[in-house]
Nanobody, 120 residues
């Protein structure tokens, strides 16, 4: 099993910044593709950004130039730096780890989610 623990969510005013962190409790973190998803009330969960084990990143259009995903394999941690936040960024943000091989019988693991609220 792989446990993912997220932190860093909270309430921020429009235009503000937050940094989310997701720590994995296993050293095989380094072989995973890590991603952040979000789910707003009444909407489906959607991909925000991803980063491969070698550091290649991918962003969806609505966060490009505002959000930055990064990882520290030595700390088994992935980050999401969110700048210029908008009210429409309000959602529960989830960390995802995708492995190329079965780990504990699964390819994918999820964190518990962290609430991000952008409001004045």
């Amino acid at each position: 099993q792989v446990q993912l623990v997220e932190s860093g969510g909270g309430l921020v005013e429009p235009g503000g910044s937050l940094r989310l962190s997701c720590a994995a409790a296993r050293s095989i973190f380094s072989i995973s593709v890590m991603a952040w998803y979000r789910q707003a009330p009444g909407k489906q969960r959607e991909l925000v950004a991803s980063i491969t084990s070698s550091g290649t990143t991918n962003y969806v259009d609505f966060v490009k130039d505002r959000f930055t995903i990064s990882r520290d394999n030595a700390k088994n941690t992935v980050y999401l730096q969110m700048n210029s936040l908008k009210p429409e960024d309000t959602a529960v943000y989830y960390c995802n780890a995708h492995f190329p091989v079965l780990v504990g019988g699964k390819y994918d693991y999820w964190g518990q989610g962290t609430q991000v609220t952008v409001s004045s």
